[in-house]
């Protein structure tokens, strides 16, 4: 059991890997365009302090190796990610992440590990971080659910990074295995919660990744077709 339990974690933080860098292609574009034009900086920031928090959680509990090492690398990607925003966002938006930043990734981060360091010891300092990791990877799980606004609004997925979703919902279903084969809940119910999210984002993505021409669109295209054919028209008769 822990030789299948091991390679499931394994493939977890291979899976982790490729949840952590999907987003480059999103990057490269805000660095490209010089603007994070209507991308949301949330989803950045949770999965920042998320992995903060689970590296934490690792290295505090016995056997959690796979644990600590994968947030470790993602505490890495996502100060990257995290950095490029603030340096391409607009004013409004820089504030506002600026601000997310402070409060969550640095402000709760070091309240968590002080107030555990300070106040818990052994299996209560555990179990207390481990509440806090569940929840925030709750959150993390259904952060690009932020866009849903924006997606419904302009029918299109644009803005909603589908590999981001997709290796969300992939690195749950692995990480809930694994939670079930060592029996950790705290890793078995915000994977689990998060698989059921990452199903809504990819059915949400189904349903607007064709994006819908209105009838405007449609009237203005025929309108234009029809002006193209009188142009057509007068200089062929010009011509006779």
């Known amino acids: 059991m822990e030789v299948v339990s091991f390679s499931i974690g394994v493939i977890g933080n291979v899976i982790s890997v490729l949840m952590f860098l999907s987003p480059v292609g999103t990057f490269w574009r805000i660095i490209k365009h010089g603007s994070t034009e209507e991308f949301e900086s949330l989803p950045y920031i949770c999965t920042?302090?998320?992995?903060?928090?689970?590296?934490?959680?690792?290295?505090i509990k016995p056997g959690e190796v796979l644990v600590a090492t994968i947030n470790?690398?993602?505490?890495?990607?996502?100060?990257?990610?995290?950095?490029?925003?603030?340096l391409y966002a607009p004013a409004k938006s820089r504030t506002k992440t600026a601000i997310l930043v402070g409060i969550l990734d640095v402000g709760f981060l070091a309240?968590?590990?002080?107030?555990?360091?300070?106040?818990?010891?052994?299996?209560?300092?555990?179990?207390?971080?481990?509440?806090?990791?569940?929840?925030?990877?709750i959150l993390m799980y259904g952060s690009p659910l932020a866009a849903t606004g924006t997606v419904v609004t302009t029918k299109s997925v644009e803005y909603m990074p589908f590999f981001l979703s997709f290796f969300l919902f992939?690195?749950?279903?692995?990480?809930?295995?694994?939670?079930?084969?060592?029996?950790?809940?705290?890793?078995?119910?915000?994977?689990?919660?998060?698989?059921?999210?990452?199903?809504?984002?990819?059915?949400l993505y189904a349903i607007y990744r064709k994006p819908?021409?209105?009838?405007?669109?449609?009237?203005?295209?025929?309108?234009?077709?029809?002006?193209?054919?009188?142009?057509?028209?007068?200089?062929?008769?010009?011509?006779?």
Request: proline share 1%; glycine share 10%.
């Open 72 to 86: 470790g690398f993602g505490i890495l990607v996502e100060t990257t990610f995290v950095t490029v925003f603030l």
């Open 212 to 240: 819908r021409r209105s009838k405007n669109d449609s009237e203005r295209l025929q309108e234009e077709w029809q002006h193209e054919c009188l142009i057509s028209s007068s200089s062929h008769d010009q011509s006779h």
């Open 111 to 137: 309240a968590a590990v002080l107030v555990t360091q300070l106040a818990l010891q052994g299996e209560k300092r555990i179990d207390a971080i481990g509440f806090l990791c569940a929840g925030l990877n």
């Open 48 to 59: 920042l302090l998320n992995s903060a928090l689970w590296t934490y959680y690792g290295i």
């Open 170 to 203: 992939l690195n749950s279903g692995t990480w809930t295995i694994y939670a079930l084969l060592v029996g950790d809940y705290f890793l078995l119910v915000p994977n689990g919660s998060g698989f059921l999210l990452g199903t809504v984002q990819l059915v």
